[in-house]
């Protein structure tokens, strides 16, 4: 079952904030969050692995909600190079000692200046 | 800084051939996954690999399919009777612990083309 995530788009300018959400039906295990370029392959950005966990990267945070199966990626001031696409990776168990990641469908986000 | 690495970067085969996509993943991991992406779609899973042997597999990948560790550093994807919608972007990941607890990095990708 695959993470449902919102906004589907956003389009940002300079230095506005953004936040995109990442929610499941399952009992979540961890959270990871990327980013993808056009044409390139997935950036890995951070990864949430306890209910309650808040990371942050520069400008870029997230939170992980285990209660409610969800994460949150927060964009503060954004730069034009936050452009792309964002995915959430969800882990979950599969039975037998294996866990999944899935994607959502993605975010993907525009700033323009 | 280490990095997976793949090869070919992109593939172009005729409808029914085989292919056999390339990863070296980073040397000291321990975990290997194989994902797909179609052309403007998500990311998704294939398989994960390790000690050898496959630890998990989507329906995606079934017996057209197969994962191979031949030699201590390569880690390869066979596509059998390549059919047009087996067109798409192809990521290797390795990571040192288990996916769900551990980063995955991800490899430029092979881009297959089926025609």
Known sequence: QQPVQSPQAVILREG????????????????????????????FLMILLKGGEQKGHEKISASFNEKKQQSSLYLTASQLSYSGTYFCGT????GAGSYQLTFGKGTKLSVIP | EPEVTQTPSH?????????????????NHLYFYWYRQILGQKVEFLVSFYNNEISEKSEIFDDQFSVERPDGSNFTLKIRSTKLEDSAMYFCASSTRQGWADTQYFGPGTRLTVL
Do not use: F
């Open chain 1, 16 to 43: 506005e904030d953004a936040v995109i959400n990442c929610s499941s039906s399952k009992a979540l295990y961890s959270v990871h969050w990327y980013r993808q370029k056009h044409g390139e392959a997935p950036v």
């Open chain 2, 11 to 27: 593939q172009v085969t005729q409808m029914g051939q085989e292919v056999i996509l390339r990863c070296v993943p980073i040397s």
């Open chain 1, 91 to 94: 882990a979950t168990y599969s």
